[in-house]
């Protein structure tokens, strides 16, 4: 698999999109063994599309950041604006502080 890093943050976004949706990005390279049969969501210890997708999530999310990932989920999927896009996150983020929740 290609260091992350090396991918644009558009890129990255995409990929995380395919990955949040279960399907493998072909960036990545080669799809993991029998990836089309493995369960999506199983136990830790269970071998499934989680175990292979987290870990990557997880860094793309520490590359680009949350923001960037809901906006270019909010106008590229959702086909929102930039101020729809700004108003939800703002909203967002004075129930996380209100809150402590995200969601």
Known sequence: MRNLREFSKKELAEIHYNLNSWKWDYRLGAKP?????????????????????????????????????????????????EREFEIWWLKRRLRVFFTGREI
């Open 33 to 81: 063994e029998n990836w089309d049969d493995l369960p999506n969501w199983e136990p830790l210890n269970v071998l499934s599309k989680r175990l292979y997708i987290v870990p990557i999530m997880d860094e793309i999310l520490n590359i680009v950041g949350a923001k960037y990932l809901f906006k270019h989920f909010h106008l590229n999927k959702l086909n929102r604006s």
